[in-house]
T-cell receptor
Framework: EAGVVQSPRYKIIEKKQPVAFWCNPI?????LYWYRQNLGQGPELLIR????????DSQLPKDRFSAERLKGVDSTLKIQPAELGDSAVYLC??????????FGEGSWLTVV | AQSVTQPDIHITVSEGASLELRCNYS??????LFWYVQSPGQGLQLLLK??????LVQGIKGFEAEFKRSQSSFNLRKPSVHWSDAAEYFC?????????????FGRGTQLTVWP
């Protein structure tokens, strides 16, 4: 069974530029999460989807971050414009009901 | 407010020695409890989880954890550490419900293993 797939793995951009991350969850997993992990910290939830619906986006900086999950499968997280403080690892994860949350390998963003 | 405390930022042990990583949480009710491991450049891998029942939980790679309600703790243990266990370990908690919602993570404990 394929795991959670994320792309790109690494991205370096200049500040004020846009960037997008893509996530393909494990097949059949209805819950999808985007977490951000700053250096030396644990992950923090940005947004959680149940199927197509964003049910928890309270920590998503909506002035510059946006996310979508079309057809309840793949998801895209966008930052526009990026700031220096957005440098972090963006982790996508998925789960099915009360089963384990599986994480992808992450998208490493450096804003210069 | 929900919080997870991992008091040890960095632990160094010798290969073959025993290991205990501490985790304390603050939560309104008994949450779901997790330990994840992250190797450099990788995502998080679940080691074990506690939902209910036996408070001593067995996980992968020879790890176990014990839930102690009175101490709000969920410490991770391994009787004999291998060099391949060197990684960062995260404790996490989540609310009980029909699905797994937001997980709150500690800041992690970096484990170094001496040969």
């Amino acid at each position: 069974e394929a795991g959670v797939v994320q792309s790109p793995r690494y991205k370096i951009i200049e500040k004020k530029q846009p960037v997008a991350f893509w996530c393909n969850p494990i097949s059949g997993h209805n819950t999808l999460y985007w977490y951000r992990q700053n250096l030396g910290q644990g992950p923090e939830l940005l947004i959680r989807y149940e199927n197509e619906e964003a049910v928890d986006d309270s920590q998503l900086p909506k002035d510059r971050f946006s996310a979508e999950r079309l057809k309840g499968v793949d998801s895209t997280l966008k930052i526009q414009p990026a700031e220096l403080g957005d440098s972090a690892v963006y982790l996508c994860a998925s789960s099915l009901k009360l089963n384990t949350i599986y994480f992808g390998e992450g998208s490493w963003l450096t804003v210069v | 407010a929900q919080s997870v405390t991992q008091p040890d930022i960095h632990i160094t042990v010798s290969e073959g020695a025993s290991l205990e990583l501490r985790c304390n949480y603050s939560y309104g009710a008994t949450p779901y409890l997790f330990w994840y491991v992250q190797s450099p450049g990788q995502g998080l891998q679940l080691l074990l989880k506690y939902f209910s029942g036996d408070t001593l939980v067995q996980g992968i790679k020879g790890f176990e954890a014990e839930f102690k309600r009175s101490q709000s703790s969920f410490n991770l243990r391994k009787p004999s550490v291998h060099w391949s266990d060197a990684a960062e370990y995260f404790c996490a908690v989540g609310a009980r419900g029909s699905t797994l919602g937001r997980l709150y993570f500690g800041r992690g404990t970096q484990l170094t293993v001496w040969p």
